[in-house]
Structures are given as structure tokens and as C-alpha cells.
């Protein structure tokens, strides 16, 4: 039998497991995923509630994810670009952050608004032209720390650390310690400059539907929850066995850590986020932008309003605004105290926005520590068994299917 032919089978429908797939289908070998929930997709699902998308928390597709952005046909996913920039909710007010070079326009406000010194704004200059000249590569071989220590060895003001790259990361990594391995920010920031987050126009669960759409009719079986796995063969809850040539783990690290017995593999601390939606009678934002908070304290870190990028998001005549909290803050009154803090952003209108629905996601990103990610092969063999996704390369829709192609690429090589 040749490498192309064998039998695969793929613990989990997320990213990782259909980019993982999608490569072994397209050489001529035979996937076939066991995802345990109701649907592909993972932590990238989207729910239709009332003719609104909710997409299952707050995230965003890069469109300058180099190894994503040659696997998915973007152009099917009608991509809805963000502006480059931020809205920065202060005490004193709404102010505006732009990234300059690619709204001039904007380059005096940005210059003047009070987050951070003036000095402060020519090293983002400078960081941003260092980094799209790099390769991801060039980014791996950095020495790596705390994204905080970075930025402090970059010379970044102590009030652009704390006004800006705590509320802007703090929505990216979920926490505002800046913690993250700065090998990551360095990515993300390159990816940031070099082109646009992006939502595709019918949420971001189109992402894994176009994936799991190019794999042939039953490579995908739904409820099928995996409970153990040996080298050559798996078990479902059902007590039903299938064999291959061989398994591919492509569930979160937690859940890897368990089905792989011989251990090894620890789970993460996970990273948590709280996304709440809420249904308004006009956009309290009016662009495509996000608003983060800038005060330093309250609940909500970012807000956006996912129907002024796609109005598809919700019914005609209506808004969809999600509000996102880091952690799984659950007091009973959260929703009640989110939209009273949101009364300083945005004025009375927010007393009747009527709340749709709150995701409270304890799995949301593994810790990505200085010196856990963008290293080694992709994919990790333990027990007999390949490991992959995001806990692998790193946190994020990239670092899922870079994960997943690299594991195809090993099993596909000629031993
Ligand atoms: C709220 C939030 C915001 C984010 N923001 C961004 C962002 O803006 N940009 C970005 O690039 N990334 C973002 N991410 C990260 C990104 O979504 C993830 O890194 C990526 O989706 C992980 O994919 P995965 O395939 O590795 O794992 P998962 O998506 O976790 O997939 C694992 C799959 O395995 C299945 N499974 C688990 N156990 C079993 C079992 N025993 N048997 C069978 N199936 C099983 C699960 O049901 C799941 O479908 C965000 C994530 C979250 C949650």
C-alpha cells in the first residue's frame, strides 16, 4: 500500500482536524473524522438565533494568514474587512487609533489622541516596518519572553502599555497581564500591518463549512464521541471500534491529554472569554471598528457590531452588537451590569438593546507561554498516535491548520 492510500482516522472536526483531512483527501489517502459535537468546526462555530449570526464568542479571520489564506478560498467567504485601527473608550471620551499607513487620513487625530506620547507612536512606526520584513520564520528564531518585557524593552511608555496594548492584546491573547509569548505578538502584529481582520459575510462557522464541503460524502461522522485510542484504532462512546493505518488526535490539549494515556502531553491553563450579543435598533457604532475600553477598569474589554462589516449578521432594520469580557465572569446580573457600564460609550439608546444570548467559553485559547509555540515539526507523536491543533503552533485559526497540514505531511511521508 502506498502512503497515499492509507486509512486515517482523525479524533475531532475543528480546524486542525479538517485542515489535517482536506491534505490527506487531496493525495489520494482516507480520512475519516469522529467529531463528538453536532457539527464542524470547533471553537469557529457560528449559531442562528432570530436571523442573527452568532458566531460562538467574539474572534476574527486575518486575511494575511499566510498557510489559511492558500487552503480556504477567501473570495466564497466574502470577507468583510474591519478598518485598520481602533476606537479607544476613555473617561474623557470616544478617541480614535488608526494604523496611519493605511488611513493617512486619520494620521493627525491618531498623532494627538492622548494614548500614549508621541515618541510612543513612531515606535509602533518602526516596530511595523520591522516586522512585515520578516519571514514567520525569522519570527520563530527570536529569543522569546512575556509580550510585556518586549514592549518594555521596545521603550513603549508605560500609558501606552497600560491605554492601548493592554486592551487591544488583551482581546487578542484574553488577558490583559501580556503574559503571551512575544513571538506571538510579533506574528500577530505583523499580520495586523500587513492586512486586515476580517469576518466572512455569513459568520465565521463558514470557515470549517468550506473545508469540511471539499472532503468526500461520510469522511465526516457527527456524535461521535471518541473515548479511547490505541495506535491503529479507536473507540467511540458507543463501544464501536474502527481500525486504520493510523490516529490522528486533533482535539484541544485537555482533551488530548486524556484520551492519550501514556501521558506526556500536559493540559494547558486555558485563556476564558465572555462574549454577550445584544439586538439594537441602530448600530451604536455606525463603521467597521472595534472600541476597546481604555479606562483600565470595568468589565468589557471590546465592542463591535459585527452587522455594519456584513449586514447578513442581522435581520433588516436591526444591529448586532457583541461585547466581549475577558474571563467567565458569571454573576447573575452580568448582562445587566455589561450594559451599564456601556451607557458611559454610547449613551441611553443601550437601554434598549435587548440581549440575545451569552457565550461564556472556559476553553477559549491555550496559555501560550514564552517558549511553547512556533517551534518543533507541527505535530507531536506520543504513545503511537500524532497530536495536533492550536496547542502545537499557536493559538490562533493559523497555527490550528498549520498544525493539522504538518501532521498530514508526516503521515503521507515514505517511512
Ligand atoms: C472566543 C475565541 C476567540 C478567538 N479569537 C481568535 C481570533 O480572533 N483569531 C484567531 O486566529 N484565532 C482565534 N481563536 C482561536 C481559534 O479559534 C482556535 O485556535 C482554533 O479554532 C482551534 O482549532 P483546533 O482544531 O485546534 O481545536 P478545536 O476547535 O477545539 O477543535 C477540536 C474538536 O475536537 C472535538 N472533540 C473534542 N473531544 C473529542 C472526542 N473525545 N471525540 C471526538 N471529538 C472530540 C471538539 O468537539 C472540536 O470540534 C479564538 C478562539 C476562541 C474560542
Redesign the pocket.
Known sequence: MSAAEKKVLI?????????CALRLHETGARPLI????D??????RTDHLDGFLL????????DA?PE?GELLDKESLDLRAFRPGALMHKTSGMRRVMDVFREPRHLMESALAPVGSFADKLRVARLRWRLTRLTTEEIAGHEDMTTESYLQRAGFSASMIDGFFRSFYG??F?ERELQTSSRMFEF?FKMFSQGS?TLPARG?GEI?RQLASRLPPGAIRLG????QIQPGSIT??SGEQFHGDAVVV???AT??A??VSAGGTVGPVWRS?T?LYFAAARSPLDESIIALNGTGSGLVNNVCVPSDLAPEYAPRGQALVSV?VRGTVDPDDLESRVLAELEAWFGGAVREWRHLRT?R?G????RQSPGTGFTGPGFRKEAGVYL?????W????????I??LRTADAILKPS
Open positions: 479524533v475531532g472536526g475543528g480546524l486542525a482536524g479538517l485542515a469522529f467529531e463528538g459535537s457539527g464542524v468546526g470547533g471553537r469557529v458566531d460562538r464568542g467574539f474572534q476574527v479571520f486575518l494568514y489559511a482581546g487578542i484574553l500577530t481582520a465565521m470549517p461521535a464521541q471518541v473515548t467511540l462512546e486533533a482535539t484541544d482533551t488530548a486524556g484520551l472569554v462574549c466581549s457565550y467559553i476553553r477559549a485559547l491555550p495536533c491543533g492550536d496547542h502545537i499557536s493559538a490562533s485559526i493559523e497555527g490550528a491548520i498544525s493539522g
